[in-house]
C-alpha cells in the first residue's frame, strides 16, 4: 500500500517537546486523514500551538517521531517540510508593512518557482514567465477568499478578518496539501468566523486537508470531521467533536464547568 493509499496523511507518534525542565508536549500521538477537516482543541497553555510548531519545524521533537504521507519530516528543515506541501497561517496576523494585498500573497507564490535572485534581478525570459504565473495564481487566490476587488489595496488598511483571509490567501500559495490554520477565528465576531468557517468547508471540499487549532467550539462543532483534545500536551481526547466535547474530562479541563452549565 502506497502513501496515497492510505486515508492518514500526517500524524504524530509518541511526540514530546521539552524545553528545559518543562514537558510542552508529552507522549502525544495524533492522526489527520486527508481530505478532512482536523480540529486541534484544548484550554490555553495546552501546547496546541507547539504541537502547529513541531509539525512545521519551528522545534524539534525531543522524542519520537512526525510523518507526512508516510514520510518522516521531524528530521528536516523548516523549509523542506514546507517544500513536501505543509503550509501554515500564525496566531497573530502577519502581513508586511506597505504592501498591497496582491503584493502579501504574492510572497507566498514563489516555493517551488526555482527562480534566482540573480535572474529576478536580471528579468530574464524565465524570471518573467514565472513572474506572470505567481500573478495569475495569486489572484486566482485571492478570487477564492473573496478579496480579489481589493488586490491594490494596503492590506493593512483592512479590516482584521479580511486581513485572515489574506494570510489564507497566501498560506495556499506554495499550493499545500495540508493547511495548518492556528486560530484563524480569533478577535472575530460570530458572522465575520462563520465566513472563515465556510472557507475552510470550501478549501477542503477542492481536496485540501485541513488541521485547524480553535477556541470556538461551536466553529469546531460545526465545521471538523474530527478532533483532537490535549491539556497539558497530552491526548486528552479524539474523535468526533460530538463525542470530544461529551467527554467529561474534557469539559472539566478545556471550560471548567460542565456542559448543561455551557448550554452546549
Same mark, same amino acid.
Given at each position: 500500500m502506497t502513501s496515497s493509499? $492510505?486515508? +492518514?496523511?500526517?500524524?504524530?507518534?509518541?511526540?514530546?517537546?521539552?524545553?528545559?525542565?518543562? $514537558?510542552? +508536549?508529552?507522549?502525544?500521538s495524533m492522526t489527520v486523514n486527508r481530505g478532512t477537516v482536523h480540529g486541534l482543541i484544548g484550554p490555553n497553555g495546552a501546547g496546541k500551538t507547539t504541537v502547529i510548531n513541531l509539525i512545521t519545524g519551528l522545534f524539534d521533537v525531543s522524542s519520537g517521531s512526525i510523518l507526512f504521507q508516510g514520510q518522516r519530516t521531524d528530521t528536516l528543515e523548516p523549509h523542506r517540510i514546507a517544500a513536501l506541501g505543509i503550509s501554515r497561517t500564525y496566531q497573530n496576523v502577519r502581513l508586511f508593512s506597505g504592501m498591497s494585498v496582491l503584493e502579501q500573497v504574492l510572497t507566498g507564490c514563489y516555493l517551488g518557482r526555482g527562480t534566482s535572485l540573480f535572474a529576478s534581478f536580471l528579468g530574464t525570459p524565465d524570471a518573467r514567465r514565472k513572474w506572470k504565473a505567481s500573478r495569475e495564481t495569486a489572484m486566482h487566490l485571492l478570487e477564492r477568499v473573496g478579496m480579489a476587488d481589493r488586490a491594490g489595496e494596503l492590506a493593512e488598511t483592512l479590516s482584521y478578518g479580511e486581513q485572515r483571509r489574506i494570510e489564507i490567501a497566501r498560506a495556499l500559495g506554495s499550493d499545500p496539501k495540508m493547511l495548518l490554520l492556528d486560530e484563524p477565528t480569533a478577535g472575530m465576531n460570530h458572522a465575520e468566523a462563520s465566513e472563515i468557517g465556510k472557507l475552510v468547508h470550501e478549501l477542503r471540499d477542492s481536496g485540501l486537508t485541513i488541521l485547524m487549532v480553535e477556541h470556538n467550539i461551536s466553529l469546531v462543532t460545526e465545521f471538523c470531521e474530527t478532533c483532537t483534545v490535549i491539556n497539558f500536551g497530552q491526548l486528552l481526547a479524539e474523535g468526533t467533536p460530538r463525542t470530544c466535547i461529551d467527554n467529561p474530562d474534557v469539559q472539566t479541563a478545556y471550560f471548567g464547568k460542565k456542559r448543561d452549565a455551557l448550554g452546549l
Open positions: 493509499d $492510505t486515508p +492518514v496523511l500526517h500524524e504524530l507518534r509518541n511526540v514530546v517537546k521539552r524545553f528545559g525542565g518543562v $514537558t510542552a +508536549v508529552n507522549d502525544l
